[in-house]
């Protein structure tokens, strides 16, 4: 269902981009005169569309707590959100570009900026007195890239989802081991004496779970690991099908197949529980919410989760997230650019994180309380100077949708790495080329 | 007496056969609702487990202790109630948009005779195999610049047109071409001669469709309008793309409260299901009883 409803997500864009001339025209014409007042103050009725704050609860600690403190700062802006998720995001976003009715705050994915940014959609917060060196210091490099394209700076970061290798301790320590692993080799070690099987050869226990995870997001934690990356650095040519790319994919065909550490079809994305909740397997590539799920269902495993970083020739961490944005046609912009910079401000940005067990995008947050009690999300921040993000070409959103398939014929054994990697490469770049 | 014998005799193979086929049709129908039923029953056990509970594996089928607080707090991490009311406006909206205009379409491509019939039909044909994804954004824009709505003008510019209104809800999807063809196929089996009948009489088109032949498509209808209820009731990206007020919203964009990204909280999402098929299983308890009495009338015809 997923790679169905982001083909169908690419081709909504698709034909989005073509309309948004039509767009900007509507929106040129717009442009209202009653921005700053010339002392620091704002004015205008703002629309903000998000796909966080969701649920009477996440509405609750938007509408109630946190506008009105920023009503406070100022008082002459009003506030209507437009609540939607994360699968409907880019739909919502498209139909907004292609009738020229944008909102003025935009949230988005990482990955999803340089698109949007390219197309003219979002204006560049450079021109509204918000810089990268602004923010340098409150941001680490690569979560601030994820909001630039082009050298300018598009969107401020809120909130970071992270990938990384979690392990249950106590299995570990029955297996003989005291720590997480530190390589690859390691890895491969632990995770075949922790695969437990039945005298039929049922699984019981996977030693590394691989398929709980999104599979693209789960093969870029092996790609980073590699030392490999998704683009050439100009951005030009897809590079996941390099001999770095193509050994992070065998690597993971090998732990299926040769080590069978899991079977396919033991788990996947739309599972009920984290099989690390239960038994299911001794180590897998988790997120870092599964602390909210462990606090709900086994609290009593809260000192049996040890993250730990996936190292090969480098440590591989994977980080998507959430950004703010203001909208290229927007009639407040300087009102909106205060609302992008009240959203993400420590404080808003504390409460939005807490309330889906993610992580703060800004490293001053490191010392709050809600990341101290939380040792995945503080395992996260304080590796966040490793972590790699996904994207970098505007064509990203149609070309993610084609990867899963191909990491998919990899592990079921249809393609040889290097074909599927291949294959992929080659409608990546007829995508890139379009 | 001996003819009343013969007749027994005769007839008593028969009736084992006939009740050998009986109960394995019967086992065959008790499986096959056994397996229709197991997905039902699963998501009311599950609307009732506790987190604990939900993370077992393997998986427990009864619930060790019933958390009937997953509905309470369930219904309180949306506005439900709200929700509610919105699909079911829609959705009863839907449907009788869809068994007065569809029926009367239905009817004219099946027993009114003019020029370009066929090419008409073979338009709804065509729409058929339109998929949903590609008309989203025409049609949202459609709705967007309506003349004269919302702030728009003559030409559709200047406003929002039937965005946040109840018209971009009820109209785009009041009536589909499924709905058509089928009318088309339930009026293209009825007899030319009552037609012919009728206009005997003296009766009008319009008569003639409300009077003589829709009566006798009650199961079309039945059909039709559980059919339409029910895509209508399940609708989720239409609604949440056409409106950005939270008045306006219906119920599965409430039940996407409980689904995000990386978790899913399924107690909660099975209690919302729960309570989100009581109204289809409600009417097509209802509609049952139509379904029968239209199928016997066609028997008798």
């Known amino acids: 269902m997923t790679s169905w409803t982001r083909r169908g997500a690419a081709a909504l864009l698709a034909a989005a981009t073509t309309s948004l001339v039509l767009a900007a025209c509507g929106d040129d014409s717009e442009t209202s005169s009653e921005n700053g007042s010339g002392d620091g103050q704002v004015s205008g009725e703002l629309t903000v569309l998000t796909p966080i704050f969701e649920g009477a609860e996440g509405k609750a600690l938007l509408e109630e707590e946190l506008l009105p403190q920023f009503y406070e700062q100022y008082p002459d802006v009003t506030v209507t959100v437009d609540y939607t998720d994360y699968g409907s995001l880019n739909e919502k976003l498209t139909t907004a570009v292609a009738s020229g009715l944008v909102p003025d705050v935009m949230m988005m994915g990482v990955g999803w900026i340089e698109a949007f940014a390219e197309n003219g959609i979002l204006a560049d917060l450079g021109e509204l007195g918000i810089t990268v060196d602004d923010l340098s210091e409150d941001f680490t490099p690569e979560i601030l890239a994820g909001g630039v394209w082009q050298d300018d700076l598009y969107a401020i970061p809120i909130m970071l989802d992270t990938r990384f290798g979690i392990a249950r301790k106590d299995l570990l320590a029955e297996a003989g081991f005291d720590e997480p692993p530190s390589s690859l080799e390691e890895l491969r070690e632990y995770a075949i004496a922790l695969t437990e099987r039945d005298s039929g050869g049922q699984l019981q226990r996977a030693g590394f779970d691989m398929l709980s995870m999104d599979l693209r997001q789960m093969y870029e934690v092996f790609l980073f690991a590699h030392g490999g990356s998704l683009f050439s650095e100009d951005f030009t040519e897809p590079t996941f099908n390099s001999p770095e790319g193509v050994a992070a994919l065998q690597y993971l065909v090998d732990l299926m197949h040769e080590d069978r550490v899991e079977d396919i079809g033991f788990s996947s994305t739309d599972i009920d529980v984290h099989p690390l909740l239960n038994d299911r397997a001794a180590m897998a590539v988790g997120h870092n919410n599964l602390w909210i799920q462990l606090q709900e269902a086994a609290p009593e495993l809260a000192d049996q989760l040890v993250p730990f970083t996936i190292t090969g020739s480098e440590p591989g961490m994977f980080f998507g997230g959430t950004l703010a944005t203001v909208s290229a046609g927007s009639d407040h912009p300087e009102a909106a650019a205060a609302l992008v910079e009240f959203l993400t401000g420590p404080e808003a940005a504390l409460g939005a994180n807490e309330q889906r067990g993610n992580v703060p995008a800004r490293t001053e947050l490191l010392d709050s309380e809600y990341v101290q009690n939380n040792p995945l999300v503080q395992f996260a921040m304080e590796n966040l100077e490793i972590a790699q993000r996904e994207g970098g070409v505007p064509q990203w959103l149609e070309i993610r949708g084609d990867f899963t398939p191909a990491i998919e014929a990899a592990l079921l054994g249809e393609k040889t790495p290097q074909q599927a990697l291949d294959d992929l490469a080659g409608e990546a770049r007829e995508a890139m080329a379009r | ?301």
């Open chain 2, 1 to 301: 007496m001996s003819a009343a014998m013969t007749q027994t005799t005769a007839a008593s193979p028969v009736k084992r056969r006939f009740d050998g086929k009986r109960i394995a049709l019967t086992c065959v129908l008790a499986f096959g609702a056994f397996t229709m039923i197991v997905p039902f029953l699963w998501m009311i056990l599950t609307s009732v487990k506790g987190p604990g509970e939900l993370i077992e594996f393997p998986p427990t089928f009864w619930p060790k202790e019933w958390a009937w607080s997953n509905y309470a707090e369930a219904l309180d991490a949306a506005p439900f109630a709200t929700y509610f009311r919105n699909s079911f406006i829609i959705a009863t909206g839907h449907t009788i948009i869809t068994l007065i205009f569809g029926a009367m379409a239905g009817y004219a491509l099946a027993r009114i005779p003019f020029r370009g019939r066929e090419l008409v039909f073979l338009g709804f044909i065509a729409m058929l195999m339109i998929p949903t994804y590609t008309k989203i954004v025409p049609q949202f824009l459609i709705v967007k610049f309506m003349p004269l709505f919302g702030g728009n003008d003559i030409l559709g510019q200047g406003g929002s047109g039937w965005l946040n209104t109840w018209w971009a809800l009820l109209i785009p999807g009041g009536l589909s071409p499924f709905a058509i063809f089928l009318f088309r196929q339930f009026y293209l089996s009825l007899p030319r001669e009552l037609e012919e009948a009728a206009r005997i009489d003296g009766l009008g088109e319009f008569r003639i469709w409300g009077q003589v032949y829709t009566p006798l498509i009650k199961p079309a209808l039945a059909t039709v309008a559980l059919l339409t209820f029910q895509d209508s009731w399940n609708n989720f990206l239409w609604p949440l793309l056409v409106t950005t007020r939270d008045d306006l919203r219906v119920i599965q964009v409430g039940l996407a409260v409980f689904r995000q990204e990386e978790t899913t909280q399924w107690a909660y999402l099975m209690a919302g299901s729960t309570l989100a098929t009581i109204p289809m299983v409600l009417l097509f308890l209802v509609a049952q009883r139509y379904f029968i009495q239209g199928f016997t009338n066609a028997g008798i015809k």
